[in-house]
């Protein structure tokens, strides 16, 4: 084989090799940009564009897709410790030509977050109806949807804004008591008060404790990388009330 064919390789396994590396450090390194960049190609294959909405100094982050029409708009709240991108994939099985947005909570990602805000469910309430009325969502009638933490908002906006609202679609709300307690209940008083440095189970602040979250939260159990993990304890953050430090977002009040 001549110099030039090897040279040829040469660049070729170099070329091929240089982005690999690039992957496997990034992985290594910086595994939250690597889950931006995901996001990122995931909103623009569906078509959704992130927005902002500033209302009197508080600012919103949601992606949307499509413009109001005769139908219904939907607006989408999720959960916990969650972000706007966790309908994705729900989103890519929804109408193209429906008008969704999916709108970061108070206090999460691109959304403001402050210690002295008020995070209960009712607190939330208030911010998702600023920014429904900063973007005129409330022209007409809309379908909120929620899961978890965003279930309960959404249910508790339907109770105080009920002319707001053509539908409301609610998945496993928190914070509703049930007659005989389940497996996952007994597990979380279990831990509530074990070894857990917030005793919150659900907020972890070590690898440990993320691992204990995923097996009390997950059905099919799975290992998460290191760097993912470690990444998380450098992120976590706790939402405060602005009276009480503590997380208060289980409690429901309903207008009478």
Same mark, same amino acid.
């Given at each position: ?177 049930? $007659?005989?307690? /389940? *497996? ?5 008083? &279990?831990?509530?008060?074990? !070894?857990? #440095? ?27 990388? $290191?760097?993912? /993990? *470690? ?5 976590? &953050?706790?939402?405060?009330? !602005?009276? #009480? ?12």
């Amino acid at each position: 084989m001549d110099q030039d064919m090897v040279n040829m390789f040469a660049i070729a396994a170099g070329t091929l090799a240089i982005p690999l590396l690039l992957f496997m450090a990034s992985f290594m390194l910086w595994p939250s940009s690597l889950i931006k960049v995901y996001y990122w190609y995931w909103r623009r294959t569906l078509g959704l564009q992130v927005r902002y909405a500033d209302c009197g100094g508080y600012r919103f982050c949601y992606s949307y897709r499509g413009k109001p029409g005769l139908r219904p708009s939907v607006l989408m709240l999720h959960d916990f410790s969650a972000h706007k991108d966790t309908w994705l994939p729900m989103v890519k099985y929804l109408p193209k030509h429906l008008h969704l947005l999916c709108v970061d909570m108070p206090g999460h990602k691109g959304t403001t977050r402050t210690n002295t805000d008020d995070y209960s469910i009712q607190g939330q309430v208030k911010r998702i109806r600023q920014f429904v009325e900063a973007i005129r969502l409330n022209r007409k009638p809309f379908h909120l949807v929620g899961t978890s933490m965003g279930g309960t908002v959404a249910g508790v906006y339907a109770a105080y804004h009920p002319s707001d609202l053509c539908g409301l679609t609610i998945i496993c709300p928190v914070g509703l008591k049930n $007659q005989m307690e /389940s *497996q996952f209940d007994s597990q979380m008083h &279990e831990v509530e008060h074990s !070894q857990y #440095t917030l005793n919150i189970p659900l907020i972890p602040s070590t690898p440990e404790e993320m691992e204990e979250m995923l097996k009390l939260c997950s059905h099919v159990r799975f290992r998460v990388p $290191q760097q993912v /993990s *470690q990444s998380h304890k450098c992120n976590v &953050e706790l939402l405060w009330t !602005q009276n #009480t430090p503590s997380c208060t977002i289980c409690g429901i009040y309903l207008p009478l």
